[in-house]
Structures are given as C-alpha cells and as structure tokens.
C-alpha cells in the first residue's frame, strides 16, 4: 500500500485523484483467529494495531458491532493529557503522552495531534494549593506541570473573564503545555489503516451476541455474522462494557453506565488555543481547527445506555461557558450528542487478563478514554500477547477493589457518577 | 424526564438526586462478611433494559424514591417509597472473580 506523503499528495492531485486505495479491507470474517477484539473504536483498533506491530500477532479480528469509530471515539471532546495526581496514573497517561506525540509519523496518519497545553482554572486558594500540590506530584513523575498567574493567563486566554467581578474569580490555573487535541477519527482510521496492512481483518457491522465456552474457558464468540474461534478474546467496548459482560454470563461489575454529552459550536475566529477547563463546576473548552468551539461538562447522572442526554445538562454546560466567557453568550451551538461511559467506582479503568479463562477485559474508561487510547492498546496488547500486564497497567486489576488497592484520583469514593 | 414523586406529583428529574442501584443489599452492620461488604460498595447490576434505582426528591419533599426507569429509553416504569426496606433478588456468590 502506498505511504501517504507530501509526494503522494502531489501525485494523485495530478492525475485527478482516482488511484487511492481504501484504507483498510472489508474482509468476511474466518473461521478462527488467534486474538478476536471485541470493539472496533479507538481502544480496540490500537489493541490489534500494537498486537500487530510490537508482538508480532496478527491472525487477529476486530469485530465491530456498528460501523467502525461510531462509538466514543467519534464522541469525545478529543483532549489528551496526563496532568494526574496519583502515580499509577501518572505514569500510563504519560506514556501514552509520548505516544501521541509519536503517533503521526508512527500510523503514517496525520491524527493532527496539537500540544495546544491543557490549563485547569483554580478559584479557590485552596484550589490553588491542590494543584501546586499535583503539579509537583506531576513534576516528581518528569511530567511537565506550570502554575499560571492571573496575568498569564490574561495573556493566553483573553477571551477569559479575569476580573474580580466574574462569578467565579480566576486566582490561577495548573497547566500542562505538552497537553492538547487530536483529530479523533484520525486516531480511528490511522488505528484501523495500520492494524489492517499487517494483516488484521476489521469486520464492521458484526454484533456480538454471545460467548464460544469450552469447560470454563472463552473460545470465540457467536455474531451476527456466524461463529468465530479464537484461542484469546479480548473486550474493549467500554460503555457497553456490561452488556457484553452479560452475554458472558458476568452479572455485576464494578461499573455504571452514564451518558456523557458535548457539544460544538459554530465556526469562529480563533479565541481559545487551548484546552481550557473550569474549576468551580465541571466544564472544559477547546477549538477546532475548522473554528467550532468543543466543549462537554458533568455527566447527566444516572444510568443511560441511550446515547443521548437530557436538557439540564445542556443548560448548566451553557451556564458555566457563558460565566468563563462572558463575549460568547450569544454564540448559537450547532450541535450537541451523548456517548456511552464506562464509569468505574474509583474513575480509573480496568485492563487485565479475566476475569474468565481465556477472556481479556479492557474498560472502565470513565470520561478519559480518548486520551488512553494509544496506552491502553499498547498495555491490553502486551496484556494479550504475554498473559501477564505491563507495568504500566499492572495497578489497573478487576479485583483491586476487593483487595483496597483502588486508584481514586479524585479522592470521591464509590460513587460513579461524581468521578 | 418527569418523577412522579408519590406526595408531590410529576416534578422535573434536576428536583432529584440520584442515589443509584436499588438492587443492591445493605450486609448488617455487625457482619464481618467481607464479600457480602465489597459487592453491596463495588459491585452494580447496569442492565441496558429496566433498572431497580433510588432516587431521593432532594429539591422537594426530600423523601427516598424506589424508581424503575429503563436505561435504554428513559422511560420511568414505577415510583414509590423506598421506606419498608429491600429485599434484593440478586443475592449472588458469582459474577466476579
């Protein structure tokens, strides 16, 4: 397949741009494979892709209920950052930070990632100090982190209402410059494009419905297009992570399905070259390169498993945008969805070998998982290929919750729908 | 989404705070039942279909409400008191490892 470049630009624009391929093959499923992973979104796809690249397995399926990227990773708000306090998570978000900061030249994709940074607004002194404090915890990890004065931020942000007169006045912000924004169907489509030219089959529109067992242990899955063997399965359909756990006859997980919505804006001229988020309610703001603003706040707060939200949750996002940026209150939002999150009882995910013989688990992504994606492939492939986790994700256990080895970064218990 | 709150009537879901899972068993206070401690804390039915769920008139009467409310289309099946305690059906060994 040819490489994507400047040259090969250059030369399909000349000869009228009817020789590209299509990025990946639409193969029937086979009878048998050695990986089957369960989920064709980010986390799936960079699943095969690292099983492919870095271990050399690539008899391997992606199936995909839908077609491929219509779930989360087409639904977030596409920040990528690794400003966390407590270290386990320090350390497998900042891998995947260099992975990202790779992962162009790597997919041979442009996935557009932009280190814009990533600014967290602090209102309260005692804010102010909890973010030195995770900075530092930050810095400690060789991760960058700078507290920002009002002035700087002033500077970087002057759309921002800074005075003292807001509603919530600005004392400082903790930011992140190496943080920042990729162009998430990239990630998908560079994901899938490089899994599937080493060999990977990704077969779209075929549904799960039920678990291949041999004695106790997982041997492929039924689908809507037939029965596949593998001699590993792994699951990454976080949001949906409990249905598919049923069908294995897994009743309780430690997870809750909420609905998590976000928006965009109309085109505007540049105004915010960050990632911006608020520190008095949970609201976070970027822009695009096309010139709509992105923005998404709290979860609705109950279990959903429809991928849509209600209208409180509308209004209060619009609350808290309009009281950081008073000027863009009569900016019309274009459009508005919900995606499906895997919210765990410590907000950190779960990739582990389990809990079934045979079977592999990744979820549990909460309202972060885009971020992961690169990481969380990496680790679940080595996870597959070795049957045993990569320090990176040796913390990240289904059972550390029954053994108090719980990783709350914000310190909320288990509540789900407050992580 | 409209609760209808047994003493107040139809009111808007943001007068409700969500309390979560119905389904689950509180163990005695006394017991020393770890397993039967770390399911009712971690662990959580989630269908995609009908829930058993709590939820508390927070902005209203403050009573606690036992809601069934399908998780797929919203749609609120059945409120009542949740006073008079629970008898959960899924008291289960199984499900984790």
Sequence with gaps: MAEYSAFSLLKNALTGNKDWKPAWRKPDPKASYDVIVIGGGGHGLSTAYYLAKEHGITNVAVLEK??????????????????YLLPQNTRFYEH???LWENLSHDLNYNVMFSQRGCLNLAHTPAQLDDYARRGNAMRHLGVDAELMSVDRIKRLVPALDVSGSARFPVLGGLMQPRAGTARHDAVAWGYARGADRRGVDIIENCEVTGFLRDGGRITGVTTTRGEIRAKKVALAVAGSTGQVMQLAGISHMPIESHVLQAFVSESLKPVVDTVLTFGMGH??????????????????????????GSLPIVDEVMSEMVALFPGLARVRMLRSWGGLCDMTMDGSPIIAAGPLPGMYLNCGWCYGGFKATPASGWCFAYTIAKDEPHEFNAPFTLDRFYRGLIIDDKGQGATPRLH | MLITCPYCGPRDVIEFTYQGDGNRERPQPASQNLDAWNAYVYDRLNPAGDHNEIWQHSGGCRAHLRVVRNTITHEILSTAFARGGHKSADNRAEGRS
């Design chain 1, 283 to 308: 609201f976070y703001i970027s822009q695009s390169d096309k010139g709509g603003l992105v923005y998404g706040g709290d979860l609705d707060g109950y279990n959903s498993y429809a991928q849509r």
């Design chain 1, 96 to 98: 995947s930070m260099k």
């Design chain 1, 66 to 83: 839908g077609w491929l990227g219509s779930g989360n990773v087409g639904r977030n708000t596409t920040a990528v950052r690794s400003n």
